[in-house]
């Protein structure tokens, strides 16, 4: 059989430019200014790629990105029409190979659920004081926009690390949060990642009778995002940063490793690393890599989905089990 390999893709949502909502500054380091929106065609862009390679992954949608609306109600700024077009491309076409999850609410602003409008700190330093109980409300929330929205999620996706101080409350309130909202009993989320370390792979954070999570970290890193701060666009560079996660003759790079050390490729890309300021080398690289790992290793891996992943380990949960992260 072969194993798994697939694409962690964070951060995406319809039309608003999420990392420029939450960015330290907001401008790439060679100086230019970070564009404020993403037009709907890199998502087609994207999904050409996708379709032409096989790649399978989970892809999130940030429900209120940056707090400036929500994907059900309208986002101020953008015609309906825009943000409705680019829901239906992720349901019909995206969806179709990765699994589909919120990264919480805002990736911004944390939202005061039970006051209305925003509380005064971002969602990561206000996940960290929380519990389930009062966690479990927050994930359900973004999980039922995303339903009413029309999208089926089987997980969800830490913004930042949120939840990460909390983690087994955390872990509790999604499997509470999705069993609500979609009645489902299984699900995965991403939040750790497992990078430069033997045996990189999925385990199982919570088995308690016929409900199960499964924790999909990244075992790869972001080799894209750099592509951000220059308007090098040349074959020559996009080879190159290829060559960090897998080389042309498929000898070496970090997949390599991780293949070699008994892991599975579960690689990371950020919507913004792909879209690289408006000019797409990220999704360029993203190319090359499918292409090369085409070649080299789809004759032992397969692309999976984070769902099609959390079922693999379902199948025998005794060999996923949680690392130690006392250290
Ligand atoms: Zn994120």
Same mark, same amino acid.
């Given at each position: 059989?072969?194993?798994?390999?697939?694409?962690?893709?964070?951060?995406?949502?319809?039309?608003?430019?999420?990392?420029?909502?939450?960015?330290?500054?907001?401008?790439?380091?060679?100086?230019?200014?970070?564009?404020?929106?993403?037009? /709907?065609?890199?998502?087609?862009?994207?999904?050409?790629?996708?379709?032409?390679?096989?790649?399978?992954?989970?892809?999130?949608?940030?429900?209120?990105?940056?707090?400036?609306?929500?994907?059900?109600?309208?986002?101020?700024?953008?015609?309906?029409?825009?943000?409705?077009?680019?829901?239906?491309?992720?349901?019909?076409?995206?969806?179709?190979?990765?699994?589909?999850?919120?990264?919480?609410?805002?990736?911004?602003?944390?939202?005061?659920?039970?006051?209305?409008?925003?509380?005064? =700190? /971002?969602?990561?330093?206000?996940?960290?004081?929380?519990?389930?109980?009062?966690?479990?409300?927050?994930?359900?929330?973004?999980?039922?926009?995303?339903?009413?929205?029309?999208?089926?999620?089987?997980?969800?996706?830490?913004?930042?690390?949120?939840?990460?101080?909390?983690?087994?409350?955390?872990?509790?309130?999604?499997?509470?949060?999705?069993?609500?909202? +979609?009645?489902?009993?299984?699900?995965? +989320?991403?939040?750790?990642?497992?990078?430069? =370390?033997?045996?990189?792979?999925?385990?199982?954070?919570?088995?308690?009778?016929?409900?199960?999570?499964?924790?999909?970290?990244?075992?790869?890193?972001?080799?894209?995002?750099?592509?951000?701060?220059?308007?090098?666009?040349?074959?020559?560079?996009?080879?190159?940063?290829?060559?960090?996660?897998?080389?042309?003759?498929?000898?070496?790079?970090?997949?390599?490793?991780?293949?070699?050390?008994?892991?599975?490729?579960?690689?990371?890309?950020?919507?913004?690393?792909?879209?690289? /300021?408006?000019?797409?080398?990220?999704?360029?690289?993203?190319?090359?890599?499918?292409?090369?790992?085409?070649?080299?290793?789809?004759?032992?891996?397969?692309?999976?989905?984070?769902?099609?992943?959390?079922?693999?380990?379902?199948?025998?949960?005794?060999? +996923?089990?949680?690392?130690?992260?006392?250290?």
């Amino acid at each position: 059989m072969k194993k798994p390999i697939s694409l962690i893709i964070d951060d995406p949502a319809p039309r608003v430019f999420v990392y420029y909502e939450h960015a330290a500054k907001r401008v790439t380091d060679d100086g230019r200014p970070l564009l404020n929106a993403v037009p /709907n065609s890199f998502l087609l862009d994207f999904c050409a790629v996708m379709e032409r390679f096989g790649l399978r992954g989970k892809f999130s949608v940030v429900p209120m990105p940056g707090g400036r609306g929500d994907i059900v109600h309208g986002i101020p700024g953008f015609p309906d029409s825009e943000i409705r077009e680019w829901l239906d491309t992720v349901r019909t076409r995206v969806a179709k190979q990765f699994s589909i999850c919120p990264e919480m609410l805002t990736h911004a602003q944390a939202v005061d659920i039970a006051g209305g409008g925003f509380l005064d =700190v /971002n969602e990561k330093v206000w996940a960290s004081t929380q519990n389930a109980s009062t966690l479990t409300p927050y994930i359900a929330k973004a999980l039922a926009l995303l339903r009413d929205a029309g999208l089926e999620a089987s997980g969800v996706t830490s913004p930042w690390d949120f939840g990460i101080e909390v983690e087994s409350e955390y872990v509790r309130a999604i499997s509470d949060a999705i069993l609500q909202v +979609y009645g489902r009993k299984d699900c995965w +989320y991403f939040l750790r990642s497992r990078r430069h =370390v033997p045996n990189a792979l999925p385990w199982v954070a919570l088995s308690e009778g016929d409900r199960h999570v499964v924790s999909v970290p990244a075992t790869a890193s972001d080799h894209f995002w750099q592509t951000m701060h220059t308007t090098d666009t040349s074959a020559a560079y996009i080879s190159r940063i290829a060559d960090s996660l897998i080389t042309a003759d498929g000898s070496s790079g970090e997949i390599i490793d991780i293949i070699a050390g008994g892991g599975w490729p579960i690689l990371i890309a950020h919507w913004q690393s792909l879209f690289s /300021n408006g000019l797409g080398t990220g999704l360029k690289v993203l190319a090359e890599v499918a292409a090369r790992i085409e070649a080299h290793l789809s004759d032992r891996f397969e692309w999976m989905s984070g769902e099609e992943i959390m079922r693999l380990v379902l199948k025998d949960p005794e060999r +996923y089990p949680m690392p130690d992260f006392s250290d």
